[in-house]
């Protein structure tokens, strides 16, 4: 039996700081093979990784040709302490793509996705207040992240403690750089592929060797962009969700199937607000902020290879 053709990439993260955009801009290389389902976390999760790589190749590059370029976009790589090992094991040769976004921002957005969603009760004072704890973060950056096969709700309603570790990043890129010499690592800057995205996919053209002039059709758009309320409330969802005709059909539905369903729906379900309407963190949780990751992110920069667009604001 022929062994199955490892990835020749992985967009690892950092989640809510435009993976999907990429993902998005990178499938249409003609030289590129990416499953259309963006996030296959292979390495961050024990049903996939326990069935082995060939079933993942069967299920979901079967229709891929060898020659072309393999990769997947799973923001959960970064923040899943058991998957740099996993990876370099099953495939050491591996170009590792880190999209990175101001922390502060990154947290906040975090935070006001699991606010929407009806996961998240107190204020963002509040939360960066537990979550500051030594004790918390000490905890929090060994956890291993929620298993989205169980449900995409419920384990949303776990990640309101990562708020803060997840935006931790070079903590998290070093634990890669273990197991991967630095040249398997591109870094990027989220701000910097928004404001200059063809110099962007350049550099990521280049990491893969591929001709870095590509430009992608769709280059520039933003995908999953935050938004605002739920157009359909909370409420009326959960009228829903008891009654008798749906709860029928709904079990029977596979859970990582539900957890698909609950995400799109998640996607669709928000309205775009005005950015005058966008509520902001205070400027005291912004300087306290700040200290806790000014350290964090020299040494970005240093991985990075150049300053960081936020290096002012920390």
Not at 88 to 109: E, V, Y
Not at 267 to 281: E, S, Y
Request: with cysteine.
């Amino acid at each position: 039996m022929m062994i199955p053709k490892p990835l020749d990439f992985a967009i690892i993260g950092a989640q809510k700081s435009g993976t999907t955009s990429m993902f998005r801009y990178l499938e249409k290389h003609p030289c590129i093979y990416m499953p259309p389902e963006k996030e296959l976390p292979f390495f961050s999760r024990d049903d996939l990784y326990e069935a082995g790589w060939s079933a993942l190749v069967e299920t979901y590059f079967k229709d891929a040709a060898q020659e072309k370029r393999w990769g997947t976009a799973s923001p959960q790589y970064m923040t899943d302490p058991r998957t740099p090992k996993r990876m370099a094991q099953a495939n050491p040769d591996i170009g590792l793509i880190a999209l990175l976004r101001n922390p502060i921002d990154r947290a906040f957005s975090h935070f006001t996705m699991s606010q929407r969603r009806n996961m998240e009760s107190r204020s963002f004072d509040q939360a960066m207040e537990d979550l500051l704890q030594p004790d918390e973060l000490a905890r929090d950056r060994e956890a291993i992240p929620p298993d989205y096969a169980e449900g995409y709700m419920q384990a949303n309603a776990e990640v309101t403690r990562f708020y803060l570790v997840w935006s931790e990043y070079a903590r998290a890129l070093n634990r890669f750089l273990q197991y991967f010499p630095r040249e398997q690592l591109l870094v990027l800057y989220m701000e910097d592929m928004q404001r200059e995205p063809q110099i962007a996919i350049a550099s990521v053209m280049t990491f893969l060797g591929l001709d870095p002039d590509f430009q992608p059709p769709n280059l520039g758009k933003v995908y999953h962009k935050g938004g605002g309320q739920q157009i359909i409330p909370a409420a009326w969802k959960e009228q829903v969700k008891r009654h008798r005709l749906f709860r029928l059909v709904w079990d029977r539905v596979p859970p990582r199937t539900r957890g698909i369903i609950n995400y799109w729906y998640d996607q669709f379900n928000v309205r775009q607000i005005k950015d005058a309407d966008v509520l902001v963190p205070t400027s005291e949780v912004r300087q306290r902020l700040a200290a806790h990751f000014r350290d964090d992110v020299r040494q970005v920069e240093k991985l990075a290879g150049k300053p960081a667009p936020w290096r002012d604001f920390l």
